[in-house]
């Protein structure tokens, strides 16, 4: 199978660098293919390193780490393996020619109602294990320091010797353990939309599914428009025009949107593959 053809993306960096990365390969030793969306935090250093040995370590098999959403897909079976906040989406043409998406994973962070609850299970005597802002909806963090509940690095929520803050550690307060899910392809699926959550603070489920069925049979227009829509929004939000925002320098950027990567993997074919 030719990936280059199966396979449309792009990016566009709020912060300089873009602390996005992805990846997609073949996995030729248990005749799969994987995709993967790496959004990075504080820096583009550990997106990269888990670029560079997450996919090639699958087969073994691998384990996942980072802030990452990674995606295999073996004949009419979608495995899904996600740290972090990025997220994912089955777009489909239902059988009343609607397009409709459903996700394929669970965004870990901490605005999540589940996974609140799991750290205040965990830590019943930490007042402030989950921290959320008053004034910004949406904007909830671990011990107030950061928003994936799970992530790679982020050693200062893991290990007392970087832990910063004023009372005592009794972490490690976040996890590299991935939550994975099963989904089966049918034959009114169409495509996957995998991206950072640059992406996701722009646009909901109906929007996807929307811009994908206007543009279904062009995958390199679907990448294109979701971003285009995302990135209007932002300049919406921020009061500015495209152009203005465009003009902002990257790092400066990222006060206004955050990195967007997205990867879109055409399924056609796929359902009858198995």
């Not at 602390?19 to 996995?27: K, S, V």
């Not at 050693?155 to 490690?172: V, W």
């Amino acid at each position: 199978m030719n990936l280059i053809i199966r396979i449309a993306s792009t990016e566009y960096n709020a912060n300089d660098p873009i602390e996005d990365r992805h990846d997609f390969r073949q996995l030729t030793s248990i005749k799969a293919f994987a995709c993967a969306v790496y959004d990075g935090h504080g820096g583009w250093e550990a997106s990269e390193y888990i670029k560079a040995l997450l996919l090639s370590e699958i087969p073994k098999p691998g384990r996942v780490g980072s802030c990452a959403l990674v995606t295999i897909i073996k004949n009419n079976k979608v495995y899904t393996a996600n740290v972090g906040d990025c997220k994912g989406v089955i777009v489909s043409q239902n059988d009343k020619k609607e397009w409709v998406a459903r996700k394929i994973n669970h965004k870990l962070n901490a605005n999540s109602p589940k996974e609140q609850e799991r750290l205040r299970k965990q830590f019943p005597n930490d007042k402030d294990i989950v921290v959320c802002k008053k004034k910004v909806e949406g904007a909830c963090y671990v011990k107030g320091m950061l928003m994936p509940t799970r992530a790679f690095g982020d050693f200062r929520l893991k290990y007392k010797e970087f832990y910063t803050k004023d009372d005592t550690f009794k972490g490690p307060y976040i996890t590299h353990q991935p939550d994975i899910q099963i989904h089966e392809i049918n034959k009114n699926d169409k495509y996957i939309i995998m991206a950072s959550d640059g992406l996701w603070d722009e646009m909901k489920k109906v929007n996807i599914a929307k811009i994908t069925g206007d543009n279904y049979k062009d995958k390199i227009s679907i990448v294109q428009e979701l971003f285009n829509y995302a990135f209007r929004n932002a300049a919406k939000n921020a009061k500015l025009t495209e152009k203005e925002l465009g003009l902002v320098e990257p790092g400066k950027r990222r006060n206004l949107h955050d990195d967007i990567t997205i990867i879109c993997i055409d399924l056609t074919n796929q359902y009858a593959s198995s």
